[in-house]
C-alpha cells in the first residue's frame, strides 16, 4: 500500500472516530430539564359557515380558549386567509397572543368568492368553515 493511500485511509478512520466521540460524549438532555409542552388546536368560531364579509370592512376572528393547556408551545399566533384547498400569502394578522381569543383583520381586496375561510396558526394550524367574501371584482 502506497503513502499517500494509507494516509487517505487513515483521515478518514481520524474523522470518523472524532465524530463518534463527539455524538457519545454530548451530553443527553435530560427528562426532568424538558419542560412539559402541549399542543393548542383551538377551534375557531367566526367567521362560520353563512359569514359575508365585505372587503375592506373590518371584523373579529375570533377562536375559543377555555381549553387551553397550561404549557402551549407557541403562544404568538397569525391568521392567514385561504381559498379553497390553498393557503393565500395573504397575512390577515400576525405577533399576536393566541390565548386572547379574537384579534381584528381587515378584509383584504380579493376576488369575490364563497370558499374562503382563515387558518389561525400557533401551535398547529386550524381552519374556519368556509364563508363568502363579497365586493366589486375591480381592484
Same mark, same amino acid.
Given at each position: /500500500?502506497s503513502?499517500? *493511500?494509507? /494516509?487517505?485511509?487513515a ?11 463527539? $455524538? ?14 402541549d $399542543?393548542?388546536?383551538? !377551534?375557531?368560531?367566526?367567521p362560520?359557515?353563512? %359569514?359575508?364579509?365585505?372587503? @375592506? ?5 375570533t377562536?375559543?380558549t377555555?381549553?387551553a +393547556? #397550561?404549557? =402551549?408551545?407557541?403562544? *404568538? ?11 393565500? !400569502? ?7 397572543? =393566541? ?6 383583520? %381587515? #378584509? !383584504? ?8 375561510? $382563515?387558518?389561525?396558526? @400557533? ?5 374556519? !368553515?368556509?364563508?363568502? =367574501?363579497? @365586493? +366589486? %371584482?375591480?381592484?
Open positions: /500500500m503513502v499517500s *493511500v494509507f /494516509m487517505k485511509v483521515l478518514v478512520v481520524a474523522f470518523f472516530a472524532s465524530l463518534v466521540q463527539l $455524538v457519545l460524549g454530548a451530553p443527553a438532555p435530560s427528562a426532568a430539564s424538558l419542560e412539559k409542552r $399542543v393548542f388546536v383551538p !377551534p375557531v368560531l367566526y362560520h359557515a353563512g %359569514t359575508v364579509w365585505t372587503k @375592506g370592512q373590518r371584523h373579529n376572528v377562536w375559543d377555555s381549553n +393547556p #397550561v404549557n =402551549i408551545t407557541n403562544k *404568538v399566533g397569525t391568521i392567514l386567509l385561504r381559498k379553497g384547498d390553498l393557503t393565500t !400569502p395573504l397575512v390577515l394578522a400576525s405577533g399576536f397572543d =393566541i390565548l386572547l381569543g379574537r384579534i381584528e383583520v %381587515t #378584509v !383584504p381586496w380579493v376576488l369575490p368568492d364563497s370558499d374562503y375561510s $382563515v387558518v389561525l396558526f @400557533g401551535d398547529s394550524g386550524n381552519f374556519s !368553515p368556509q364563508f363568502t =367574501i363579497n @365586493g +366589486p %371584482t375591480v381592484f
